[in-house]
C-alpha cells in the first residue's frame, strides 16, 4: 500500500528535532510566521492602553457623583476590572514572546492608543470612555488583522479582548443614551 502523504504537516521526527533547537525562545518556534519584536511592540502599545482605561474607569468609579451614579459606578468599576483582566493578558503573553512587559508609568500616556481624560461630570466621563472603548475597538480590529495567521495565538487573544471592547462600547452607549436620552454621540 502506498504511503499516505501529508503535504502540509512536518514529520514528527523533524518536529522533535526542530522543538531541540533554540530552547531558550520558550514557545517561539521556527515555524513563527511573525516578526517577533515587531509583535512585542505592538503588544506593548495594547499593554499601555489598558493600563490607562484601568486607571480612567478606577478614577471615575471613584470620583462619579450624581442622580442614579451608584449603577454607573458600579459598571465603571466593572470595566476596570475587565480591563485589569486584559492587560494582564497581554502583559502574559509578551513576556511568553521574550519581551519585559512595559509598565512603567514614564510615558504611558503617550504609549497608550487611548486618553486618561479629564472628566468631572458623570456624562462627561461616560462621553470619555465611550471614546476610548470606540478607540480600543479599532485599534484591536487593527491588531486582529494584523496577527492574522502569523501568530494565531496573539490573534485569538486580540480577538477576545475586541469582543469585550465591543461590550463596553455597548454599555457605555446604553449609558449615554439612559441619561442624555439621544442615541448617538455628539461631535
Ligand atoms: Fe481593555
Ligand atoms: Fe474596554
Not at 476610548?132 to 494565531?152: G, Q, S
Request: aromatic share 4%.
Amino acid at each position: 500500500m502506498p504511503a499516505v502523504t501529508q503535504p502540509f504537516v512536518t514529520d514528527i521526527a523533524e518536529l522533535r528535532r526542530r522543538a531541540k533547537e533554540n530552547i531558550e525562545r520558550g514557545p517561539v518556534t521556527d515555524n513563527y510566521e511573525g516578526q517577533v519584536q515587531q509583535a512585542i511592540d505592538l503588544l506593548q502599545t495594547a499593554l499601555a492602553t489598558e493600563v490607562v482605561c484601568v486607571l480612567r474607569y478606577t478614577m471615575h468609579a471613584v470620583a462619579a457623583v450624581g442622580i442614579d451614579s451608584e449603577s454607573v459606578k458600579a459598571e465603571f468599576e466593572e470595566h476596570a476590572n475587565d480591563e485589569r483582566e486584559h492587560l494582564e493578558k497581554i502583559a502574559d503573553r509578551i513576556n511568553q514572546l521574550g519581551g519585559v512587559p512595559n509598565l512603567n508609568p514614564v510615558g504611558l500616556h503617550t504609549r497608550s492608543a487611548t486618553e486618561y481624560g479629564s472628566a468631572e461630570k458623570l456624562i462627561d466621563m461616560i462621553k470619555e470612555n465611550l471614546v476610548a472603548e470606540r478607540i480600543a475597538c479599532e485599534h484591536y480590529r487593527e491588531l486582529v488583522r494584523y496577527f492574522a495567521d502569523k501568530d494565531p495565538t496573539t490573534r485569538v487573544m486580540l480577538e477576545g479582548i475586541l469582543a469585550q471592547e465591543e461590550d463596553h462600547a455597548n454599555d457605555m452607549h446604553d449609558l449615554l443614551v439612559a441619561h442624555e436620552g439621544r442615541p448617538f454621540l455628539k461631535s
